[in-house]
């Protein structure tokens, strides 16, 4: 089955801009975004918080089962919005933008968040280490893994018309207005 809008997942150690970067997107693009941890929160697909970093202990079934019956995988056009992306099929995913962050900008983000202790380092380590844009390219064919970096709104500006050339584009492909 042929989408006519692509799926794009924005992934990032918390704090690297994701949600500044969906929410703009799906404004330029009329994509919808999918805030995960908001539709975790909101639909219970959790099982409590973990005590030490106060995170959620996410029901990935449940919440699968949910996106699952959203026309996602048929008709496309949406932004995930997730600090992991290794629980999305890889048939639902076009596009991976893995955002980064120097450490002292992401330290006064978290901070200014109210992050402290172990959460905050645990945080911190995963963008040093860059954990999360390993765990795109281990999920994903690597040509659709795109690092992106996020610290000013220069780049911001730049991300999104870079994405929405790169959607463009992908509509061309699919020889969208075409015979
Ligand atoms: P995430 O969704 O990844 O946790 P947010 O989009 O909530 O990150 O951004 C965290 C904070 O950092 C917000 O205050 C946001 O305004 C700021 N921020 C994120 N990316 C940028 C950027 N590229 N330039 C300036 N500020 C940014």
Redesign the pocket.
């Known amino acids: 089955m042929a989408r006519q809008n692509p799926n794009i997942v924005i992934t990032?150690?918390?704090?690297?801009?994701?949600?500044?970067?969906?929410e703009q997107l799906a404004q330029a693009t009329g994509f919808n975004h999918i805030s995960i941890n908001q539709i975790v929160k909101d639909e219970g697909f959790h099982e409590g918080r973990d005590e030490e970093t106060g995170s959620w202990i996410v029901d990935e079934d449940r919440l699968l089962d949910y996106l699952e019956a959203l026309p996602l995988h048929s008709a496309g056009g949406y932004i995930l919005?997730w600090?992991a992306c290794d629980v999305f099929p890889e048939r639902w995913i076009d596009l991976v933008i893995v955002?980064r962050?120097d450490s002292t900008l992401l330290y006064d983000?978290l901070t200014?968040?109210g992050y402290k202790d172990k959460k905050l380092e645990e945080n911190m380590d995963s963008e040093i280490m860059q954990v999360l844009l390993d765990e795109a390219r281990e999920s994903y064919k690597e040509e659709i893994v795109v690092e992106l970096?996020?610290?000013?709104?220069e780049?911001?500006e730049g991300n999104l018309e870079r994405i929405e050339r790169w959607v463009e584009q992908w509509r061309r492909d699919k020889g969208e207005g075409g015979a």
């Open positions: 990032g150690t918390p704090g690297v801009g994701k949600t500044t970067h969906a919005d600090h955002l962050c983000r200014a968040r970096r996020s610290e000013s709104n780049d911001v």
